[in-house]
């Protein structure tokens, strides 16, 4: 890579193209974009402009049609899903929009379930320690249809910090809470996220959320522009 030795995620003429009647949909343009160790960064933009699709793939989650991702100087483009997964342990959080918690275990058994994977010896210790974090502590043995929407991010966000990945994708992650529920939330991650140094990129259309970050993307028709702060 040619890129700054402190950058953490890049991409390179990143496109994605779906076939439809008309031959193929263009949903990303060839993206170049570049994100620095422990930034904020927002993409804003509409429904449908194409955001959650680049996070995708600067996850790993989805493979483009064209162009490379590149996570902490590896070119992800070139793994397969073995070797993304294994990436993704080690480097990324994630914070979902519903949550994406398992309906069958535990606040606690949600939270240790990543460290476990990567065979963490103090799990349920760490785990432990990060639900008491956000709030949740006397809450650790209730499952996810117990909790509340704001309980149930709050135990979202303890498993993507659990980790200690130094990168920390959110999706749109208090669209579906309520005004002050999602304001406490937002306070949370960015509190959780100064505290630890993570690298954020946070995809979402509330521009009130968007403005907590150091820098903001609009994506438009599949375009990313810096916007000017």
């Known amino acids: 890579m040619n890129a700054d030795s402190n950058t953490i995620i890049e991409t390179r003429k990143l496109k994605q193209e779906v076939p439809n009647r008309e031959g193929s949909l ?8 570049s994100v620095q160790a422990g930034q904020s960064v927002a993409i804003v933009g509409v429904s449908g402009s194409g955001k959650s699709t680049l996070l995708g793939m600067l996850a790993g989650l989805d493979t483009p049609s064209a162009g490379a991702v590149f996570i902490a100087g590896q070119d992800i483009t070139q793994m397969d899903e073995e070797a993304r997964a294994l990436l993704r342990g080690e480097k990324v959080g994630f914070v979902f929009q519903n949550f994406q918690l398992l309906p069958s275990l535990t606040a ?40 509340s929407g704001g309980e149930q991010q709050r135990v979202a966000v303890a498993r993507a910090f659990a980790s200690n990945a130094p990168i920390l994708f959110a999706d749109e992650p208090t669209g579906n809470l309520d005004t002050e529920t999602g304001r406490k939330i937002a306070d949370l991650l960015f509190e959780l996220n100064s505290a630890q140094g993570t690298t954020l990129v946070l995809v979402t259309h509330d521009e009130k959320l968007a403005a907590r970050c150091e820098r903001q993307l609009r994506m438009t028709a599949g375009e990313l522009v810096e916007v000017s702060l």
């Open 26 to 33: 263009v949903i990303l343009k060839g993206i170049d974009m």
């Open 108 to 147: 606690l058994e949600n939270v240790m379930l990543p460290l476990e994977v990567r065979d963490e010896p103090k799990a349920q210790q760490t785990a432990q320690q990060w639900l008491e974090r956000v709030g949740l502590q006397g809450r650790e043995h209730h499952y996810p249809q117990q909790l």
